[in-house]
């Protein structure tokens, strides 16, 4: 038979109609659009049950109540505590954002080692136990040098049992230096202290108040407990209490204030004194203040010293609005005013921190129901008595490097010193802990910070994230993020009720962390002695539980308790004779720099979609940065149109900013309501840390801009910088 | 050039005629096999539960049926295929001498794994499905769409489609996509018959849908066969 | 129960959003990421490519410093109802992978069924819907916080706002469990509803006299849900897409910014039809 190219062309005709009428061809079309719309690489997240545990978020000071939406044994969502005293159910973007920190790629796994040069980011992965003896073998030989004091330590704050730790550490091994990262709460501790003779801590009574006055507190922007100040925030809108800001730039804060008064940087603490000169010489002070300890002086003061003229020239705001801001301010019946700029990442001037203090004082509100009230936490750590060998009674004795307690009688850790203490030779440090901070990037001049921790032989980190410190570090000893671990959340971050909340394992451990706590005891026992008896607790839980008593049973029922009204301390204000005498001798701190090489003013601003502290922005938050602050690999920079035309820049040109203390390249924003030649930058870009969602971005305004110290309590009391711009 | 063409016609009319055919044939007799015989066996891969289960022993061992085991949380999701901690309560040690039973408690419960079991009736991600409006709100059986499985003595093969990776459960057993009962089928069309057929009593007053002229583009697609109440219920209603 | 039921009103789910409240901290922006599996990339600042259901806009005034003045204005989908559902996005669809539903006012998106020409984006006057120009990609290890409620999307189609309709479905079935069929007000909330700090935004039926939205923005159903409140408005209010988005502001301006205005128009005539 003669297979043709007809038969050939017959048999496929013939397949083609069979194929046709089997359900090869349809179901080969179905089964493909299937597959093209659930593509493997697509992820498909499982399901399982459904539960919800209460936890505290512990991403900033604030201290809200979170609830962790889970499936099986994933977190898949943060959301606010509902019925919780600060939040109630809000959260901020933070907050929402921190299983990105959990689950993401910023994670130290493992212990880690340095192999390469510092910050080449070459790392060996090492056991914890070798880490642990690393560790103790250093520490042992300063010891038996007799060095004991060159160790410091770096932590977050004072309170809360694992800063304690620390502090307990460092003590049973002979070293003064226990470090906390500055905030606002420095300052006006020390303002209580020096004006109602009271060692606590400054709390607000925000949602009473009826008229509040901020000299650049960033209300909506972070400051104090964030998502409590948003929610005085509505509240006083929806019951029109008044809000005043004053500020040279118009910030969220001052958009939503009923009154924006634009001021001279550096010049509020003047403006303080004047509208106190208003008060007093209306007779709108309060009866009690008038019979107060150096009133007298205090009047004189602000009479010859602080005439609305003069005030006037110096703020730049005209005197008809300070007359009347006074007597508005004076005339409410719960007026409140407060200071600490932005978030209140930077100290402050204590004078400016004073004279605020002075103007609540005069309209009789502390102590008071809508004013501010001396608050401090409760003390429920009672650990057992430390008993000192001699090396640490040495050690102890020893002078602070950062001159706290010593040059700065009234100062308790004054971190913005160290740099220029280590960088001029007046002091060292062999070994320096880091925990729950990233000096490195968060300190102004972080640059010199780098340079002085180049100089520090041992620096061993305790961060979670690979940060800029943990990154410049010889050790990591990862520690356990706040949704792996116990931890107690004493806080203060200026509420009228303190408040202690628990941090619980949602989750296992994701990776070879350990709790700092644990990881602290372990160090202290390997090195033995008096220093493994310091430490009578079996582990870190066992440490809380028992310091926590009976608490720890409605922590973990509850997730916070109030400490109610035990916490406020009665002190009568008083212009006490050093506190008057800090204000007569009062100058405002200047900016750096030359008016003449550097004719503009550069001031940071806060934004809350930007983290500047220990955490970094995790990916969400970062993503929700407007294009006007954060545009590609550069910062944008704010500057008044009309600066900008004097200048020649134009929106979204590439400008060169230059500082006394750095430089870099940024975008220029043109904006309206920003003081015409003042520029200001956003704080918590430029990190060159972290993962590629975060690093390499924008420029760090730490370090173009240096601390400047407080003549009085030595913390950092910058507030800007000269600075120049130029087209590029 | 005239001669050889007519030469040519000659020959096919004449004896090429049945080769023709035949390969036509051929080739419509290789290709039906193909599509109804190999093509099934080619595009589904067999594999073996992990543990063969029996339905009808725990069916009678427990009290309330099926949801005994496939119960709806409280706060209305259902749980699906029992998790290993819902096994332990009374599988803690082997009960009896089955040696399905005695490999479960050895690799699955002494070491706290959970079993892999294959989902028959596993959808694709962009399903939404609520057991509790069908079950509760509609008060449907559950045989309804997954058959006499509660009556099954062994685990079912489950055949896997190797494109889509998801059950043949989901198309059906029978490789033409006929069915005769409403168990025997998963697909989109299967949903929305139900949805067309039944009266589906909705607690709202719709509005006229603007374009009635105009069909839409699904409807027109399958006909009178079924037909997705877009207008009434709304893609969000099974799809996420 | 049936019969109860029968002659009830469908339902409309709407937001009011506070803007005198609203403090442009992106709260409500984050929140909807981490509710609906929203991906993200390495550089976000081109905005037009960067997903964001809701969009936190900051409006400013134009005047001059000191007189210049910012409010943000929260964007979510508007899910406009158009003239009987007929809403711009969903009538220009080829592939009817976006309706509206008469049931309960929202707009859907089924990214499956899309597939990718993106004409809805082209027609919605608000910029609501986003295009995936990238597979997602998610970090290692990341993939575990992802929700079971929300598929993730792959390369190639637009997804937007679904009002957080799952929850909507997960709160019916908690519903059915207990056999009722009507949801309370706070059993069904959209993520930025409930994560925002300062409580600017209401989400509720608009058809339900007793629901906070509808007390807030007054929706006239007769003129297109027209708010009835003065200080209510919705955005280009005059496009007739009769969105189910009101906003509440007490700055004139801000009102203002809300529609586009002839120069020689008086706002305060026309803002009221």
């Known amino acids: 038979m003669n297979i043709g190219r007809r038969s050939f062309l017959s048999f496929v005709i013939g397949g083609a109609a069979g194929t046709a009428i089997t359900p090869l061809p349809w179901k080969l079309i179905d089964d493909s659009s299937i597959w093209s719309q659930n593509w493997p690489w697509t992820p498909v997240p499982p399901d399982g049950e459904y539960s919800q545990v209460n936890s505290v978020c512990t991403l900033c000071p604030g201290g809200c109540g979170i609830t962790l939406r889970k499936v099986d044994d994933r977190v898949v969502?943060?959301?606010?505590?509902?019925?919780?005293?600060?939040?109630?159910?809000?959260?901020?973007?933070?907050?929402?954002?921190?299983?990105?920190?959990?689950?993401?790629?910023?994670?130290?796994?493992?212990?880690?080692?340095?192999?390469?040069?510092?910050?080449?980011?070459?790392?060996?992965?090492?056991?914890?136990?070798?880490?642990?003896?690393?560790?103790?073998?250093?520490?042992?030989?300063?010891?038996?040098?007799?060095?004991?004091?060159?160790?410091?330590?770096?932590v977050d704050s004072?309170?809360?049992?694992?800063?304690?730790?620390?502090?307990?550490?460092?003590?049973?091994?002979?070293?003064?230096?226990?470090?906390?990262?500055?905030?606002?709460?420095?300052?006006?501790?020390?303002?209580?202290?020096?004006?109602?003779?009271?060692?606590?801590?400054?709390?607000?009574d925000a949602e009473n108040a009826d008229f509040i006055l901020s000299f650049g507190s960033g209300i909506i922007d972070g400051w104090g407990s964030p998502v409590r100040m948003f929610k005085a925030n509505s509240a006083w809108k929806a019951n029109g209490k008044k809000v005043v800001q004053i500020e040279p730039r118009l910030?969220?804060?001052?958009?939503?204030?009923?009154?924006?008064?634009?001021?001279?940087?550096?010049?509020?603490?003047?403006?303080?004194?004047?509208?106190?000169?208003?008060?007093?010489?209306?007779?709108?002070?309060?009866?009690?203040?008038?019979?107060?300890t150096g009133f007298e002086s205090f009047k004189k003061l602000v009479q010859n010293e602080y005439s609305i003229d003069k005030v006037s020239k110096i703020t730049g705001i005209n005197s008809a609005t300070i007359v009347s801001l006074a007597k508005n301010f004076a005339r409410a019946s719960k007026p409140l005013a407060i200071c600490g700029k932005g978030q209140g990442s930077i100290p402050g001037s204590l004078n400016e921190f004073m004279a605020v203090h002075a103007l609540n004082a005069l309209v009789g509100n502390i102590n008071k129901e809508g004013g501010v009230w001396a608050v401090t936490e409760t003390d429920y750590i009672k650990w057992p008595k430390l008993e000192m060998d001699s090396v640490a009674e040495n050690g102890m004795q020893k002078e602070r490097i950062d001159g706290a307690g010593s040059e700065y009688p009234h100062a308790n850790s004054l971190l913005n010193r160290l740099a220029e203490v280590i960088n001029s030779g007046d002091g060292?440090?062999?070994?320096?802990?880091?925990?729950?901070?990233?000096?490195?990037?968060?300190?102004?001049?972080?640059?010199?910070?780098?340079?002085?921790?180049?100089?520090?032989?041992?620096?061993?980190?305790?961060?979670?994230?690979?940060?800029?410190?943990?990154?410049?570090?010889?050790?990591?000893?990862?520690?356990?993020?706040?949704?792996?671990?116990?931890?107690?959340?004493?806080?203060?971050?200026?509420?009228?009720?303190?408040?202690?909340?628990?941090?619980?394992?949602?989750?296992?451990?994701?990776?070879d962390t350990k709790h700092v706590g644990d990881v602290v005891m372990l160090i202290a026992k390997a090195l033995g002695g008096g220093m493994a008896d310091a430490f009578p607790w079996e582990s870190y839980e066992a440490c809380l539980k028992e310091t926590l008593g009976v608490k720890w049973d409605v922590l973990v029922e509850k997730g916070f308790e109030f400490n109610g009204d035990k916490c406020i301390l009665e002190g009568d204000f008083n212009f006490y004779p050093e506190a008057m005498k800090s204000l007569s001798n009062f100058t405002p701190v200047s900016a750096e720099g030359s008016a003449i090489s550097y004719p503009l003013i550069l001031i940071p601003y806060d934004t809350i979609r930007l983290a500047n502290g220990y955490i970094g922005d995790p990916p969400f938050a970062i993503k929700a940065v407007e294009d006007t602050v954060l545009k590609g690999k550069n910062s944008c920079v704010e500057i008044n149109p009309k600066t900008g035309k004097e200048l020649g820049l134009t929106e979204g040109r590439y400008a060169s900013l230059l500082t006394p203390r750095g430089k870099a390249k940024v975008k220029?924003?043109?904006?309206?309501?920003?003081?015409?030649?003042?520029?200001?930058?956003?704080?918590?870009?430029?990190?060159?840390?972290?993962?590629?969602?975060?690093?390499?971005?924008?420029?760090?305004?730490?370090?173009?801009?240096?601390?400047?110290?407080?003549?009085?309590?030595g913390l950092d009391a910058a507030w800007g910088i000269r600075a120049r711009l130029t087209k590029v | 050039m005239?001669?050889?063409?007519?030469?040519?016609?000659?020959?096919?009319?004449?004896?090429?005629?049945?080769?023709?055919?035949?390969?036509?044939?051929?080739?419509?007799?290789?290709?039906?096999?193909?599509?109804?015989?190999?093509?099934?066996?080619?595009?589904?891969?067999?594999?073996?539960?992990?543990?063969?289960?029996?339905?009808?022993?725990?069916?009678?061992?427990?009290?309330?049926?099926?949801?005994?085991?496939?119960?709806?949380?409280?706060?209305?999701?259902?749980?699906?295929?029992?998790?290993?901690?819902?096994?332990?309560?009374?599988?803690?040690?082997a009960q009896g001498e089955d040696p399905n039973e005695v490999k479960f408690v050895e690799e699955y419960v002494a070491n706290g794994r959970e079993v892999p079991w294959l989902v028959y009736a596993r959808q694709p991600d962009c399903v939404f499905f609520s057991h509790a409006a069908h079950v509760k709100k509609a008060e449907?059986?559950?045989?309804?769409?997954?058959?006499?499985?509660?009556?099954?003595?062994?685990?079912?093969?489950?055949?896997?489609?190797?494109?889509?990776?998801?059950?043949?459960?989901?198309?059906?057993?029978?490789?033409?996509?006929?069915?005769?009962?409403?168990?025997?089928?998963?697909?989109?069309?299967?949903?929305?018959?139900?949805?067309?057929?039944?009266?589906?009593?909705?607690?709202?007053?719709?509005?006229?849908?603007?374009?009635?002229?105009?069909?839409?583009?699904?409807?027109k697609q399958t006909g009178n066969q079924a037909r997705v109440k877009t207008v009434k219920e709304a893609c969000f209603v099974c799809h996420k | 129960m049936k019969e109860e039921g029968k002659h009830k009103k469908a339902k409309k789910y709407g937001m009011v959003i506070n803007l005198d409240e609203c403090t442009g901290c992106g709260a409500c922006m984050v929140a909807c990421m981490a509710?609906?599996?929203?991906?993200?990339?390495?550089?976000?600042?081109?905005?037009?490519?960067?997903?964001?259901?809701?969009?936190?806009?900051?409006?400013?005034?134009?005047?001059?410093?000191?007189?210049?003045?910012?409010?943000?204005?929260?964007?979510?989908?508007?899910?406009?109802?158009?003239?009987?559902?007929?809403?711009?996005?969903?009538?220009?669809?080829?592939?009817?992978?976006?309706?509206?539903?008469?049931?309960?006012?929202?707009?859907?998106?089924?990214?499956?069924?899309?597939?990718?020409?993106?004409?809805?984006?082209?027609?919605?006057?608000?910029?609501?819907?986003?295009?995936?120009?990238?597979?997602?990609?998610?970090?290692?290890?990341?993939?575990?916080?992802?929700?079971?409620?929300?598929?993730?999307?792959?390369?190639?189609?637009?997804?937007?706002?679904?009002?957080?309709?799952?929850?909507?479905?997960?709160?019916?079935?908690?519903?059915?469990?207990?056999?009722?069929?009507?949801?309370?007000?706070?059993?069904?909330?959209?993520?930025?509803?409930?994560?925002?700090?300062?409580?600017?935004?209401?989400?509720?039926?608009?058809n339900n006299p007793e629901h906070k939205v509808h007390q807030l923005a007054k929706p006239d159903n007769k003129h297109g849900g027209r708010p009835g409140n003065p200080n209510v408005f919705r955005l280009l209010e005059r496009l007739g897409t009769n969105p189910k988005v009101y906003y509440m502001s007490s700055r004139e301006w801000v009102r203002q910014a809300g529609d586009n205005y002839l120069d020689n128009e008086d706002f305060a005539k026309n803002y009221r039809h």
């Not at chain 1, 010049?267 to 007779?283: D, F, P, Q, R, Y």
């Not at chain 1, 924003?669 to 704080?683: K, N, Q, S, W």
């Open chain 1, 77 to 154: 969502k943060i959301e606010g505590m509902k019925g919780h005293p600060i939040n109630d159910g809000g959260l901020c973007l933070m907050g929402l954002s921190g299983l990105q920190l959990l689950y993401g790629p910023t994670r130290v796994k493992t212990p880690l080692k340095r192999v390469g040069k510092r910050g080449e980011g070459k790392w060996e992965k090492i056991s914890w136990d070798e880490a642990i003896s690393e560790v103790t073998k250093k520490l042992a030989d300063i010891r038996s040098n007799g060095e004991s004091h060159a160790v410091g330590s770096i």
């Open chain 1, 158 to 204: 004072e309170s809360g049992t694992v800063p304690n730790l620390f502090k307990r550490f460092l003590t049973a091994y002979g070293s003064p230096n226990f470090m906390t990262m500055p905030s606002i709460q420095d300052t006006y501790g020390m303002t209580l202290q020096l004006m109602q003779g009271v060692s606590a801590q400054a709390g607000f």
């Open chain 1, 251 to 292: 910030s969220n804060t001052a958009a939503k204030s009923d009154k924006w008064i634009p001021i001279k940087p550096g010049t509020e603490a003047v403006l303080a004194l004047g509208l106190a000169n208003v008060i007093i010489t209306n007779s709108l002070d309060s009866k009690k203040i008038s019979r107060s």
């Open chain 1, 428 to 511: 060292s440090l062999e070994v320096i802990f880091v925990s729950g901070a990233n000096p490195l990037y968060s300190m102004p001049d972080s640059k010199a910070m780098k340079t002085a921790f180049d100089s520090i032989p041992f620096v061993v980190s305790f961060s979670s994230y690979m940060d800029e410190t943990a990154d410049n570090a010889d050790l990591i000893l990862p520690n356990h993020v706040y949704l792996e671990r116990y931890e107690d959340v004493p806080t203060l971050a200026g509420l009228s009720k303190p408040i202690v909340g628990l941090t619980r394992p949602v989750v296992k451990p994701q990776f």
């Open chain 1, 668 to 713: 220029v924003h043109l904006y309206e309501g920003i003081m015409p030649g003042i520029i200001a930058l956003p704080r918590g870009l430029g990190h060159t840390a972290y993962d590629k969602y975060l690093a390499g971005k924008g420029c760090n305004f730490n370090e173009l801009i240096g601390p400047a110290e407080d003549p009085v309590s």
């Open chain 2, 2 to 93: 005239s001669t050889q063409d007519d030469k040519a016609k000659e020959v096919s009319a004449d004896g090429a005629a049945g080769p023709i055919i035949l390969f036509f044939i051929l080739g419509l007799a290789a290709t039906l096999v193909f599509g109804w015989v190999i093509f099934p066996k080619l595009l589904y891969s067999q594999k073996k539960q992990p543990i063969d289960f029996n339905h009808i022993l725990h069916v009678e061992a427990v009290e309330e049926g099926c949801e005994s085991c496939h119960f709806f949380r409280e706060d209305g999701s259902f749980s699906g295929i029992p998790k290993l901690a819902q096994c332990v309560e009374c599988h803690e040690d």
């Open chain 2, 140 to 219: 449907m059986d559950c045989g309804t769409c997954h058959g006499h499985i509660g009556e099954s003595e062994h685990s079912r093969v489950y055949e896997e489609n190797r494109i889509t990776g998801y059950s043949r459960d989901i198309w059906g057993k029978n490789i033409s996509g006929l069915r005769k009962h409403t168990w025997e089928r998963m697909k989109m069309d299967d949903c929305a018959e139900c949805h067309a057929t039944k009266e589906i009593k909705t607690d709202v007053e719709t509005l006229p849908w603007p374009i009635n002229w105009l069909p839409r583009p699904y409807e």
């Open chain 3, 35 to 206: 509710e609906n599996n929203v991906p993200f990339k390495e550089d976000e600042s081109n905005k037009l490519d960067s997903i964001a259901w809701m969009r936190v806009y900051k409006l400013t005034n134009g005047k001059s410093y000191p007189e210049a003045d910012i409010c943000y204005l929260p964007r979510p989908c508007m899910h406009c109802e158009g003239e009987h559902g007929h809403s711009p996005c969903v009538s220009v669809c080829p592939a009817t992978a976006t309706d509206y539903n008469h049931e309960t006012g929202i707009v859907s998106q089924i990214y499956t069924r899309c597939f990718g020409c993106r004409y809805c984006m082209a027609a919605c006057p608000y910029h609501a819907r986003y295009f995936n120009w990238w597979d997602p990609v998610w970090p290692e290890g990341s993939t575990k916080y992802l929700s079971p409620n929300v598929s993730p999307r792959m390369r190639g189609v637009v997804e937007k706002c679904s009002f957080c309709f799952h929850r909507y479905q997960l709160a019916m079935d908690k519903a059915f469990l207990e056999g009722r069929t009507v949801l309370e007000e706070d059993e069904y909330q959209t993520s930025c509803t409930q994560a925002c700090p300062a409580g600017a935004i209401t989400f509720g039926d608009l």
